[in-house]
């Protein structure tokens, strides 16, 4: 079965300091990873995906993920944090199914930017 | 247009009560999804429609009942539903409702659902 794992529940970085989000993956084949985004009270947004190719990802709002297949990782970064980037951030895994594209979450990072 | 749009924003019913959570797309999408969402937890998948075909059902229960009545539209009817229902209703779309291809999921807002 496909699934990712998030590690931290939490994560604080001061504005202007680079900011990882952590995730590790467990699939059988080759592995379509996603990060998405939600703020309060919202939908999730997309921010990047790894299907295959280049192993340093770059997604919206200046985030890039890394896929790292032999530690099995593909953990979101940026350089320097801003406090609107605060936010619960999910990773996730595309499972492989007849029936459709079926998407399987980690429990998602909060991130707190603060001043 | 590259928006998921739900309707209603929020929703209080009683359990004896019938309502349906509208979402709409016009992105040309063949995929939709319906994802249930606790707070500070990850969406839950409930449904997927792939050209206007239940393709996934996660063994919701019958108080919910979806339906594609064409490729733009997505409801979820709501009958009976239990306090435990109460929750954030995430619709989502993506390009190929195939299955073999890796399009990410577009979200619409959400649904914030009480049930009294």
């Known amino acids: 079965a496909q699934s990712v794992a998030q590690p931290e529940d939490q994560v604080n970085v001061a504005e202007g300091n680079p900011l990882t989000v952590k995730c590790t993956y467990s699939?059988?084949?080759?592995?379509?990873l996603f990060w998405y985004v939600q703020y309060p009270n919202r939908g999730l947004q997309f921010l990047l995906k790894y299907i295959t190719g280049d192993n340093l990802v770059k997604g919206s709002y200046g985030f890039e993920a890394e896929f790292n297949k032999s530690q099995t990782s593909f953990h979101l970064k940026k350089p320097s944090a801003l406090v609107s980037d605060s936010a619960l951030y999910f990773c996730?895994?595309?499972?492989?199914?007849?029936?459709?594209?079926?998407?399987?979450f980690g429990t998602g990072t909060q991130l707190k930017v603060e001043l | 247009d590259t928006e998921v749009t739900q309707t209603p924003k929020h929703l209080v019913m009683g359990m004896t009560n019938k309502k349906s959570l509208k979402c709409e797309q016009h992105?040309?999408?063949?995929?939709m999804y319906w994802y249930k969402q606790k707070a500070k937890k990850p969406p839950e998948l409930m449904f997927v429609?792939?050209?206007?075909?239940?393709?996934i059902n996660e063994s919701v229960p019958s108080r919910f009942s979806p339906e594609c009545p064409n490729s733009s539209l997505l409801n979820l009817h709501l009958h009976a539903l239990q306090p435990e229902d109460s929750a954030l209703y995430l619709c989502?779309?993506?390009?190929?409702?195939?299955?073999?291809?890796?399009?990410?999921?577009?979200f619409g807002p959400g649904t914030r659902l009480t049930v009294l």
């Open positions: 992105m040309g999408h063949r995929a």
């Open positions: 996730a895994v595309r499972a492989i199914t007849g029936g459709g594209n079926k998407l399987t």
């Open positions: 699939v059988s084949g080759n592995p379509y």
């Open positions: 989502a779309s993506s390009q190929d409702g195939s299955g073999v291809t890796y399009n990410e999921q577009f």
């Open positions: 429609y792939s050209y206007e075909k239940l393709s």
